[in-house]
């Protein structure tokens, strides 16, 4: 365990090139426990794949992710989500032919019960652990306003309803931190403030987020840190009304968004 | 009539432990694995140079082992065997490739094996193949009760091979397949080791697949190239997308109808003279359409994989084990 007075999640020095592409240059960012943190930038500034190197489901050139006192860089995605480092996509991914329940069964922690020759187990271990997942997965629904479709199959949900199931799943898996890649996308925008009390949601179960969204004035709404990246680093860090005034931060990207609002 | 209703219920019997290995990999893991029928002639092969004893060939012509063993031995042997040959296989082909890429490989796989069982001729005597495969227990029973016993001990396989997989299928470990299966990335995201889910899976249908083989060599008493085929394959999954992939029963009635009604259902068709092949042909014609219509109108099956009702469950107190603390706060 590191001391509480430290980062939760550190990225230093991350770098990715796909042939003579240089996707990610130098991706150093700071998130605090529990704290809200935006990242933002223009198309192509390396924001997915810089994800995408936090979370093992591509491994970097250089560089080191430290999350929660240890260097996870380069681990597969699944020993990263292990460690209680947890992501979304910009596509919903839910489970589509499983039901709302089953989604919620399977991003729950299994404790090892998920070895096959645990299924020989004594019926009353599996069902011991059968209905406390259930009664929590339960719960979560409830408290997501997913209830009526405990028995559908998720792919046949709205987007926003998958996006909701998407943040329940996060919080049954036992997240520690959830990196969220743009959460807005394909969401009705009468559901922002939902998405926005979905975050908050995950915060107040100690689930720290670092959120990836174009969406600038919710992000300013949601995060009081921003990091912003262009061409593949990291070239502006603070709150929304620090990096306004920043002028690296708005040659590279604001200065457009200004300009067409 | 007796000896006829034993007749086609052993072949459906046989099928039906066939298919229910193939959906393991195809309806739970969504592979789409065409070395199936290869790892159904490993295990009929291994387990027939286990009961069977020394080969007293020469000239080349032999076969390996030749253990005299007992039938429960081969039985395990052909399992193991098949298993191990899903492992090479399957550690090679699921580390990347899935779909068409996954069957293109797999095939490949089959025909190569196919070659070498065929060239190589003191492995498992080539073309000729293995004959006077012990049936189980005969010695015990007269040759017009014998094959009563023969469907009954298949039965009793096929029952405990229903049984073992339902377990699985509901286990957490069947969850999590249907999850990887469902969306690997996802299920990555979630700490799922997808790759070894996966392999498992293919691991478990091949022990079946061997299991399945040894049986089918038993009922023959003989097993050589001609016996098998790597296109076979195409028959069972013809019986599991007719019924329903994914679901067991629906595999079972998937059997009894591509298996026992189709060609039962044209056995006695008047023969057209001068035309021997017509029925046969028309046989082939009539499954085949089948699987269209099922494919163009009911594409999930004629029994598509159950959907659990959570809702409708009794909410019963949770058990205070230790196993299963909640993942909530």
Redesign the interface.
């Known amino acids: 365990m590191a001391d509480p007075g430290a980062p939760l999640l550190e990225v230093r020095g991350l770098a990715k090139s796909f042939g003579g592409v240089h996707a990610v240059v130098d991706c150093s960012l700071t998130v605090m426990p529990n704290a809200i943190v935006g990242l933002i930038g223009p198309n192509g500034a390396g924001k997915s794949t810089a994800i995408d190197l936090i979370s093992g489901f591509r491994a970097p050139d250089a560089g080191t992710v430290t999350f929660d006192g240890r260097e996870i860089q380069g681990w597969n995605a699944h020993r990263v989500a292990g460690t209680g480092l947890m992501r979304t996509f910009q596509t919903a991914r839910e489970w589509k032919s499983l039901t709302v329940m089953d989604n919620m069964l399977a991003a729950a922690p299994q404790q090892g019960m998920d070895a096959m020759w645990r299924a020989f187990a004594t019926r009353r271990q599996l069902r011991a652990f059968d209905e406390a997942n259930r009664a929590t997965a339960r719960g979560l629904l409830e408290q997501f306003g997913l209830t009526q479709l405990t028995d559908d199959f998720a792919g046949t949900l709205s987007g926003g309803q998958k996006r909701l199931l998407e943040f329940a799943r996060i919080v049954i898996s036992g997240a520690r931190m959830v990196i969220l890649d743009e959460p807005l996308a394909g969401v009705n925008p009468v559901l922002h403030s939902t998405m926005l009390d979905a975050v908050h949601q995950l915060i107040a179960r100690n689930i720290t987020c670092l959120v990836v969204e174009h969406n600038l004035s919710w992000i300013e709404r949601a995060c009081s840190d921003v990091f912003v990246m262009a061409l593949g680093s990291t070239i502006g860090h603070g709150s929304m009304d620090t990096l306004r005034s920043d002028r690296a931060v708005i040659d590279a990207y604001l200065g457009e968004v200004a300009e067409s609002a | 009539m007796i000896q006829y209703i034993i007749s086609f219920l052993t072949i459906g019997a046989l099928g039906a432990i066939l298919c229910l290995g193939l959906n393991v990999r195809w309806g739970w893991s969504g592979d789409f694995d065409l070395a199936y029928y290869a790892m159904v002639a490993v295990g009929a092969y291994m387990g027939g140079v286990t009961v069977l004893p020394k080969s007293q060939l020469t000239g080349g012509a032999a076969w390996i082992l030749g253990l005299n063993q007992s039938f429960l031995v081969g039985c395990l042997v052909a399992m193991a065997a098949a298993a191990f040959v899903s492992l090479l296989l399957g550690a090679v082909a699921l580390r990347r490739l899935r779909g068409d890429y996954l069957g293109i490989t797999t095939v490949a796989f089959s025909l190569i094996i196919t070659a070498v069982f065929t060239q190589q001729l003191n492995l498992f005597n080539g073309f000729n193949g293995l004959y006077s495969i012990p049936s189980p227990f005969q010695d015990q029973f007269d040759a017009f009760s014998y094959p009563l016993v023969f469907l009954i001990i298949l039965l009793v396989a096929l029952a405990i091979v229903y049984a073992v997989l339902e377990?699985?299928y509901?286990?957490?470990?069947?969850?999590?397949l249907?999850?990887v299966r469902?969306?690997e990335?996802?299920?990555?995201?979630?700490?799922?080791?997808?790759y070894v889910t996966k392999l498992?899976a293919y691991v478990?249908g091949g022990a079946i697949a061997g299991l399945g083989g040894f049986l089918f060599a038993n009922y023959l008493t003989s097993w050589n190239p001609a016996s098998w085929n790597t296109i076979e394959v195409f028959i069972l999954y013809s019986a599991i997308f007719l019924g329903g992939s994914a679901n067991q029963r629906g595999v079972l009635l998937g059997v009894v109808v591509v298996l026992i009604m189709v060609p039962e259902g044209t056995r006695y068709l008047p023969n057209v003279p001068g035309h021997p092949d017509l029925f046969p042909a028309i046989r082939g014609l009539v499954s085949g359409l089948l699987i269209l219509i099922v494919l163009r109108f009911r594409p999930q099956g004629l029994l598509p994989?159950k959907?659990?009702?959570?809702?409708?469950?009794k909410h019963?107190p949770?058990?205070t084990?230790a196993?299963?603390?909640?993942?909530?706060?």
Do not use: H, M, Y
């Open positions: 377990l699985l509901r286990s957490p470990w069947g969850l999590g249907r999850a469902e969306d990335i996802a299920a990555a995201a979630f700490g799922r080791n997808v498992t478990l994989e959907r659990p009702r959570d809702l409708r469950r019963r949770v058990a084990v196993v299963g603390a909640s993942g909530d706060g």
